[in-house]
């Protein structure tokens, strides 16, 4: 493990993303960091952004760049605002639709990145750059998998997102950008985006619709809270090895359909009269469970908020903010 190290000024790129939003959050818990948040869309919505519920915001500002069309722009940002740590959350990262249209997941998870490290490679200002990667990369995940696993990605969203990790491992071998992965599982909690299972889960039996299971919701997941990521990526950050992957991850994983049907008992509804079963994605892999002894091991990192807390706590957030959910589109809407 290198020594430990402290950040001053870091931009977060995909602030808006749900995990980006609460590392910014967390990130304000730290003394002495400035937080430059920047995403492609402009600032969402209070109720989808923990940050925003804070007193004190005067450490916190935030840019719109689109990393596909203002490249430029953002680079020279950079240059002017001389980060010293990057965290990259910014990805077209649904799995389904990038069967669709696969040219946009590698435009922006690949092609747009690469311009991004070409450029940074140049610049003495960055000491750290934390890539957020996804263990989809590994396909089907059984057994032991750890960071040493090779890839085998089953989607081109995954395809997209390995190619990226393969890229930057040449430019750190090659020019020493200071880069670091992390790959976490089935991240969830409250201002998850609204079409993911658990959020949209407790939307629709509030509304009386039908959750559709694919598959009939056998694929087991590792759902992890994402405040328990945002603190394994701050370890990383600070305390990490350049050139190292690490996982974040719970002890095990359960099925979709166990989680569904422990949201619905919160809501008095039992998973048989709330739920359908139909037609497998393609390309869903069965398991997606991995192990993270290496990040435990190396900072006592461990996932602290048990599944039951984290589905009570979206549950809460839901109806705290019912009259501004119900508002919102619960589908997932594709962005080129």
């Given at each position: 493990?290198?020594?430990?190290?402290?950040?001053?000024?870091?931009?977060?790129?995909?602030?808006?993303?749900?995990?980006?939003?609460?590392?910014?959050?967390?990130?304000?818990?730290?003394?002495?960091?400035?937080?430059?948040?920047?995403?492609?869309?402009?600032?969402?919505?209070?109720?989808?952004?923990?940050?925003?519920?804070?007193?004190?915001?005067?450490?916190?500002?935030?840019?719109?760049?689109?990393?596909?069309?203002?490249?430029?722009?953002?680079?020279?940002?950079?240059?002017?605002?001389?980060?010293?740590?990057?965290?990259?959350?910014?990805?077209?990262?649904?799995?389904?639709?990038?069967?669709?249209?696969?040219?946009?997941?590698?435009?922006?998870?690949?092609?747009?990145?690469?311009?991004?490290?070409?450029?940074?490679?140049?610049?003495?200002?960055?000491?750290?750059?934390?890539?957020?990667?996804s263990p989809e990369a590994y396909g089907n995940c059984v057994g032991r998998v750890t960071e040493d696993t090779p890839d085998n990605p089953s989607t081109p969203y995954a395809a997209s997102k390995a190619a990226a990790d393969m890229l930057l491992e040449v430019y750190r071998k090659q020019y020493g950008l200071p880069v670091m992965n992390v790959r976490a599982t089935n991240v969830y909690g409250a201002r998850q985006q609204l079409f993911k299972i658990i959020p949209r889960s407790v939307i629709y039996l509030k509304l009386g619709r039908t959750i559709q299971l694919h598959g009939g919701g056998h694929a087991v997941k590792s759902y992890i809270h994402v405040r328990d990521v945002s603190e394994g990526e701050f370890d990383i950050l600070t305390r990490g090895e350049i050139g190292q992957r690490y996982h974040l991850s719970p002890d095990g994983g359960v099925a979709v359909r166990d989680v569904v049907a422990e949201i619905a008992k919160r809501l008095g509804k039992s998973l048989e009269e709330v739920t359908e079963t139909v037609a497998d994605r393609p390309g869903q892999d069965a398991a997606y469970v991995i192990d993270s002894t290496k990040a435990r091991e190396a900072f006592g990192w461990r996932a602290r908020i048990s599944l039951e807390e984290g589905i009570d706590e979206t549950v809460s957030w839901v109806e705290d903010n019912w009259d501004f959910i119900r508002s919102q589109s619960l589908d997932y809407e594709h962005k080129a």
């Open positions: 493990m290198s020594e430990s190290y402290q950040p001053s000024r870091v931009v977060v790129l995909g602030s808006n993303a749900f995990s980006g939003q609460d590392f910014c959050d967390l990130l304000l818990d730290k003394p002495g960091i400035e937080v430059i948040g920047i995403s492609r869309s402009a600032e969402k919505p209070a109720p989808l952004l923990r940050y925003r519920g804070r007193d004190d915001l005067s450490r916190f500002r935030f840019q719109q760049f689109d990393m596909n069309r203002d490249s430029d722009a953002l680079i020279d940002f950079l240059d002017q605002e001389k980060p010293d740590a990057i965290v990259n959350f910014a990805a077209q990262s649904e799995v389904g639709p990038s069967w669709e249209h696969p040219e946009h997941w590698f435009e922006t998870n690949t092609v747009s990145l690469a311009k991004m490290v070409n450029a940074l490679r140049r610049r003495d200002y960055l000491k750290r750059y934390l890539h957020v990667s």
